[in-house]
């Protein structure tokens, strides 16, 4: 990748997020101007309390749906890159080692016992984390192995029993009011989320984040392999832990809120390093930009392209079912 190129593709993409965010914004059942965003928006950073339909609309109910879908989208495009980086595989997912399989089983659960809201995406959060100590803990006690394909089939196993549960418990949900809400959350949503979600999720999201940033040229060194990373001095084992366990609490933490939103992790942060190359000082902020766009611009189009609104994981797996067949035929020719 040239310099020139470097320096105008990371502006274009903020530029492409800031676009997306206007267009998810103005667009709805109730449209919004952009002279009445700005009023609303000096407004609400006045202190002031909104006093007609269409602040109430921007401040609480799209607003925050649109930083939300920043938020998941760049997330999980960055949860992406570090998987596919660090397993040395384009076709790895956030998912890999069961965490969305096991926030999931979370959720479910709390559902099934008609648990509060906020409970539910505690337990989902706690149950993503747990899934992914779990696989740790396997590839903990298989040694003589590659630690690497140790993990990624410890993930398969987890994730299938993670799912094999939740085959169960809607088996045996409420078919009226319990399974509508398990089958529509498994298929990720951003709509019920409110500004005080977001904040909870935040913070989390930047203590996984800032390890990564602080660590992005040692995650170069590792995506080489661990033969590589010894010989320059790192340790191999600890430093993988660390990353996992950051990218693992980026995604827990969206997952519990937004549900499970399949694709956005494996497609985007292959797209980005094919624009920015693989150096991770590079592909993470190009990945983070596209996944928060891209997400915005398929939630938009999930709450206005019918009279109902089509979850997320539908319109997701719609781009990416067809990318990932383009990726195995590709894969042949290599990867790096």
């Known amino acids: 990748m040239t310099d020139n190129r470097s320096r105008w593709l990371i502006p274009a993409l903020v530029l492409l997020t800031v676009v997306a965010a206007l267009i998810a914004v103005k667009t709805g059942a109730f449209p919004l101007t952009l002279s009445g965003m700005g009023r609303t928006i000096a407004r609400w950073w006045a202190g002031l309390t909104p006093d007609s339909f269409e602040e109430r609309v921007l401040l609480n109910i799209r607003g925050p749906r649109v930083i939300s879908g920043l938020a998941v989208g760049a997330t999980l495009a960055a949860a992406g890159v570090v998987y596919q980086?660090?397993?040395?595989?384009?076709?790895?997912?956030?998912?890999?080692?069961?965490?969305?399989?096991?926030?999931?089983?979370?959720?479910?659960?709390?559902?099934?016992?008609?648990?509060?809201?906020?409970?539910?995406?505690?337990?989902?959060?706690?149950?993503?984390?747990?899934?992914?100590?779990?696989?740790?803990?396997?590839?903990?006690?298989?040694?003589?192995?590659?630690?690497?394909?140790?993990?990624?089939?410890?993930?398969?196993?987890?994730?299938a029993l993670a799912g094999a549960a939740i085959s169960l418990l809607k088996i045996l949900a409420d078919p009226y009011d319990q399974l509508p809400a398990i089958t529509f959350w498994l298929l990720g949503s951003l709509a019920s989320i409110r500004g005080n979600d977001i904040m909870s999720v935040l913070p989390l999201v930047l203590v996984g984040l800032v390890p990564l940033v602080l660590l992005r040229w040692r995650i170069n060194a590792l995506s080489l392999g661990d033969d590589e990373a010894k010989t320059l001095g790192l340790d191999a084992g600890r430093l993988r832990f660390i990353v996992i366990a950051a990218a693992t609490l980026m995604t827990a933490s969206v997952v519990a809120i937004a549900g499970v939103i399949g694709w956005v992790g494996l497609v985007i942060p292959h797209i980005a390093r094919m624009l920015v190359g693989p150096d991770f000082s590079r592909l993470l902020p190009a990945a983070m930009l596209m996944g928060a766009?891209?997400?915005?611009?398929?939630?938009?189009?999930?709450?206005?392209?019918?009279r109902i609104e089509v979850p997320l994981g539908i319109l997701t797996a719609v781009v990416g079912a067809p990318f990932f067949l383009w990726l195995l035929w590709r894969g042949r020719h290599g990867w790096s």
């Open 293 to 306: 766009s891209y997400l915005v611009l398929v939630d938009t189009l999930a709450r206005s392209i019918g």
């Open 85 to 159: 980086g660090l397993f040395r595989n384009p076709l790895v997912s956030p998912d890999v080692l069961g965490v969305s399989a096991g926030a999931g089983l979370g959720a479910v659960f709390g559902i099934f016992l008609s648990l509060p809201l906020m409970a539910i995406q505690i337990a989902a959060f706690a149950m993503g984390l747990a899934t992914v100590g779990l696989v740790y803990l396997i590839a903990a006690t298989v040694r003589g192995r590659d630690p690497t394909l140790v993990l990624v089939l410890g993930g398969v196993v987890v994730g």
